[in-house]
Every structure is written in structure tokens, then in C-alpha cells.
């Protein structure tokens, strides 16, 4: 079985859309996606200001459409998926994929949810910070001197050593410091402009909720592994109550790799820019078929 891995904001970067073997769809897709959100998302991809893409409401439909275009160009060439995940932003690329919604309604919804993001920075001032190398012992132990100074929780469980905290800053400073203290392990404060995936974020969540409402969900084509419960669900209700909980909730991909390998993945790829995912899925799948359409070398 063959899983397509969707990565999300952190991956982005100015040309990432340059590799993308099918020049002429790619910027067919950007040219309908720049219409439906009034950006001219290709100059951003392609030639644009960094700190442009990197504001949030920018990068998410400038990374799902570079995503898509990815899609369309590996179907081109015989190349599908019997199951994807995404990561974060990345799950709205594989439930497109997997024709869950159309690449219109997803463009508009990636734009909105980055725009509550957004807001959500200036109305709910936090950071985030990668913790990595220490057990779950001293995880919790971390968390919980952070605790003291205000909300902090995990927001991305990404491998048995990499976990990404949450919350306040202050709160988050603290944590950093305690893991210095510790003397093992490292963390680093992370460049975000919000405590994405946290209980900060339920406001924004109850919104985009809203968002969601109107918009309309199928049955997906194949199984989409969650961010949330890293389970594969078929109703579109259930799906939509998902992607509303992944607002504010931690990103399961340890567990989402570990279905995966049950689900008898014996294939990955990594459909979006860089190797992000493609590392991890090396971490929890030792000696895996892992490998990323940003690194490979195409004819």
C-alpha cells in the first residue's frame, strides 16, 4: 500500500512550486486558486517576499494549492494513493485528494481558516517551541513548570523524541527553561505568530465550526488518516467535527504513523515541499520506502 503524506506551515518556501513536473496544470490550478482568494498566489510561490508567504492566511492556500498541483501532476503519471494523512494543514490537502470536498471549496477554506488564525495572533498572543530528546516523564515533568507561569500543552506529537508545546509565552519560556535545567534534551521557541493547536484557540475554532457548515463534505475515495483520534472516518458530519477539533487540539502523528503501518502501509511519499515528513516517517518506520516529490529527481 502506498500513503501520500501531506505536510503543513513550516514547509513552505519561496519557488516551492518550481519542481512540480506539470508546469502547465500547475499554473492552471495557482491562476483558479489566486481568483477564488484574490492573491496572486503563483508570484508568491514563485518569486515572492518570504515574510509574505510566512504570514499564515497567505501560506495555507499557497501551500495547499502547491500541494494539489502536486497531485494532479503525479496522477498524470500513474501515481495515486490507496491512503493519505496530512499534517495540520496538510489533512485539507489529503481529504481533497480523496474527494472529500473540490479543490474550490478547499482553496476558500484554507484561506478563512488562516485569516481566523490570524486574528486569533493578535486576540490570543502565545508562542510555540520544539521539545526534543526527552521522554514522556520528562516531558510532563517540563509541562508542568511551565504550567506555573500560565497555559501550555502539547500541540504536535511528532516522534517518540519531538514533541511541539503550546500556550502562553511566558509559559512557554518556562518550559524551554526547564528543559535547559534538565540538562538534557533541547528546545527551541518556535517562529509563529500564534498557540496553534492549543485550548487558546477555541474561539477560532467554534468559528471556522461555522465555516465549515456550509460547505459540503462527501465520503472520502480512500481511508484519510486524522490529526485528531489518528482514525480513518467515512461520514462527512464526523469529519467536519474533526477538522474543527484539530483547531485546538495536539496533532496525533505518531499515532497516525502507527496506523499506518497496520493499515499494511509499506510505502510512503511525501506530496509537498521539503522532507519534513518524509524524516519522521524514516523515524518511525526504520528502514521504510519514505521519500519526498521535493527530492526526487524527475525525468
Known sequence: MVAFLFPGQGSQYVGMA?????????????ERASDLVGLDLWHLVDTGDEVELTRT???????????????????????????????SLGEFSALCCAGVFTFEDGIR???RRGEIMARAASSSPGTMAAV?????????????????????????????????????TAAVDRVIAA?????????????V?????????????????????????????????NNVAALSEVDPEVIKESLVAQFRSPVQWVRTMDMLQRMGVGEYLEVGP??????????????????????????
Not at 20 to 30: A, C, E, H, K
Not at 59 to 82: I, K, N, S
Not at 202 to 209: S, V
Request: proline share 4%.
Open 18 to 30: 518550481g519542481n512540480i513536473v506539470d508546469p502547465v496544470l500547475t499554473r492552471g490550478l495557482f
Open 193 to 225: 505568530s500564534a498557540p496553534f493547536h492549543s485550548s487558546i484557540m477555541a474561539e477560532g475554532a467554534a468559528e471556522f465550526g461555522e465555516v465549515l457548515r456550509d460547505v459540503a463534505f462527501m465520503r472520502p475515495r480512500f481511508p484519510v488518516v
Open 132 to 168: 526534543a530528546g526527552l521522554n514522556e516523564n520528562d516531558l510532563q515533568l517540563v509541562l508542568a513548570e511551565g504550567h506555573r507561569s500560565g497555559i501550555v500543552e502539547a500541540a504536535n506529537y511528532n516522534a517518540a523524541d519531538q514533541t511541539v508545546v503550546s500556550g502562553q
Open 109 to 111: 477554506l484554507v484561506r
Open 179 to 191: 528543559v535547559k535545567a534538565l540538562g538534557r534534551g533541547r528546545a527551541i521557541r518556535l517562529r
Open 57 to 87: 492566511e497567505n501560506t495555507q492556500p499557497a501551500l495547499f494549492a502547491t500541494e494539489m498541483a502536486w497531485v494532479g501532476a503525479l496522477a498524470g503519471r500513474g501515481m495515486v494513493c490507496d491512503v493519505a494523512a496530512g499534517h
Open 274 to 299: 521539503k522532507n519534513v515528513l518524509t524524516a519522521l516517517a524514516r523515524k518511525a518506520v526504520p528502514g521504510g520506502n519514505a521519500r519526498a516529490v521535493d527530492e526526487e529527481k524527475w525525468q
